[in-house]
């Protein structure tokens, strides 16, 4: 699939397209189409670190359910960063793409090692988002796993594939924009998947949003903080 940048493509499109104003509009609409998930103390919304929280926040406020984060790093082949041989995410979790390891022969070493360096920015970021909260509890719980966007769908199995070592009782994929054919694919892998925008031709994430800008450390904690107000005791 090949994706042009923002800067060359939105002149052409921009309209004739539908948009998202941003990512907190993204998180309402789809909050509109999880309304069967409201209130439920079995209902758990997990935001991808980092551009998946404000979306993710909209929706646990709107549901009045916890939000917490999911952090995954991806675990790049060396000199093919593009093609991830695994993952990493919150928790200690770690998997493996078999096929990839076994077809590249990718000796142990060189998974820890990479390993390595992805856990010291996990847990970076770990810290930097509360570190000291322990992880949420998934097992039978209704996950609501959410991001702002999806291109090639890598960092979401990832996520997917972490989760179910933890035993929930249901994944619910919930992104604000996202191609077709990946879509397709995804809807395979998990219980039920809602989006807002399926564009084709797709060229990138950030061209369907209006406001794209990057998401702080500072803003994730601080939706993270927010997001406890919002959740009936």
Known sequence: MFYLADAYVRPFFKTQMKTLRDRADAGRQLAQKLTAYAERSDVLVLGLARGGIPVAYEIA?????????????????????????GAIASGGIRVLNASVVENLAIPPAVIDQIAEMETAELTRRAQAYGGASAPPEIVGKTIILVDDGIATGATLRAAIAALRTQNPARIVVAVGVVPPETYDELCAEVEEFVSILRP??????????DRFSPTSDEEVRTLLARAKRHVKS
Do not use: C, Y
């Open 200 to 209: 084709a031709p797709f060229w990138g994430v950030g061209l369907w949003f």
């Open 61 to 85: 406020k709107a549901l009045h359910v916890p939000l917490d984060v999911l952090i995954v790093r991806k675990l790049g082949v060396p000199g093919h960063e593009e093609l991830a041989m």
